[in-house]
């Protein structure tokens, strides 16, 4: 993610991890021989889009290439990209383009007051999530919900940080946890295909790189999201288990935060705990207790509330 031409390297990633997730079978073609590579080879991914092999392996390679737009629609056609991972494409290839990198802005991020003050009247739970996964505001529902965040130095409060924290690694059994993981690492690779080396990706995604294989594993997948949703459930001990649906919204900004909002269907059990839960939260006097303890990691970790 460093160096003088960070973007065409991320193009050439981007490119050479979706060869490698296709299958002869996959476009038409019979596999031949005996095979070194699983994925597609690069003569073959050339001749689909209409290339030339040394040509296409100079993209790949992130050597001074500019595709043009008729280049890269041919090679999002070959590698069967969905309309995300196509738009991803083209925002690294027009990037590399550049003979000098754009300027970006790399101002610390800040939750505008309106939207502080929405996340406080909002009676469910919400908290802002910035350009990296850092977590930067939250209303007291969420903290209810999730525990306390107060409880981590504010360059740990990472999505990402927190899911792959070494202290929870062997206890994870829960079915949907890579889902969860690829999901956050697709809104990371989003936010690090207009800024390849800010900073503050660099940093998380050089220390994950380097103590963890599952999210090497994962990170090299290049999968990209812009917001995602699903569902998940809390074990929380006051009330039982809450099924929440959650959804993320994005923010004015390019990349700019996005709100993660829980929800639970009006009238049912669980929108009665949340209720309820709410109740026992406004009635403690020393909230950091209302979850005997909890942490907001426990956010990150699907063992303690994650979908079951």
């Known amino acids: ?21 296709l299958r002869p079978h996959d476009v038409g073609l019979e ?24 040509y296409y392996q100079r993209i790949e390679q992130g050597r001074e290439v500019r595709p043009s737009d008729d280049v890269l629609d041919a090679l999002a056609g070959a590698l069967s990209l969905d309309h995300k991972e196509r738009r991803h494409l083209f925002t690294l290839a027009h990037a590399a383009r550049r003979p000098t990198p754009a300027r970006v802005n790399r101002d610390p991020e800040r939750v505008p ?50 899911l792959f924290d070494d202290t929870l690694t062997g206890e994870r059994s829960c079915p949907d946890w890579e889902q969860q993981a690829l999901d956050y ?23 994950l790189s380097i103590r963890s294989a599952e999210f090497r594993r994962l990170w090299a997948r290049h999968d990209v999201r812009e917001s995602v949703s699903g569902t998940k459930t809390f074990r929380v001990p006051e009330v ?14 390019n990349p700019g935060p996005a709100m993660l909002v829980f929800t639970a269907e009006p ?8 209720h309820l839960l709410a109740s026992l ?11 005997s303890g909890r942490t907001f990691r426990d956010a990150a970790d699907p063992t303690l509330n ?3």
Do not use: C
């Open 185 to 207: 690492i697709g809104m990371m690779r989003t936010a690090v295909a207009t800024d390849p080396s800010h900073p503050r990706a660099t940093a998380i995604v050089g220390e």
């Open 240 to 253: 039982g288990d809450i099924v929440l649906d959650w959804d993320t919204y994005p923010l004015p900004g």
């Open 31 to 54: 596999p031949g021989g005996r095979r070194k590579v699983t994925g597609l080879r690069r003569e073959e991914l050339a001749l689909l889009a209409g290339l030339s092999t040394d």
């Open 113 to 162: 007051e309106g939207t502080r003050r929405l996340l406080r009247v909002m009676d469910t739970p919400a908290v802002i999530l910035g350009r990296h996964l850092d977590l930067l505001d939250w209303n007291p529902m969420a903290q209810a919900l999730l525990g306390d965040p107060d409880a981590y130095p504010a360059d740990r409060l990472n999505m990402l940080l927190l």
């Open 306 to 308: 994650g979908t079951a």
């Open 281 to 291: 939260y406004a009635t403690r006097s020393a909230p950091t207790d209302t979850h």
């Open 267 to 274: 009238g049912s059990a669980d929108a009665d705990r949340l």
């Open 1 to 21: 993610m460093t160096g003088p031409r960070p973007y065409a390297r991320e193009l050439g990633d981007f490119l050479r991890a979706r060869r490698g997730r």
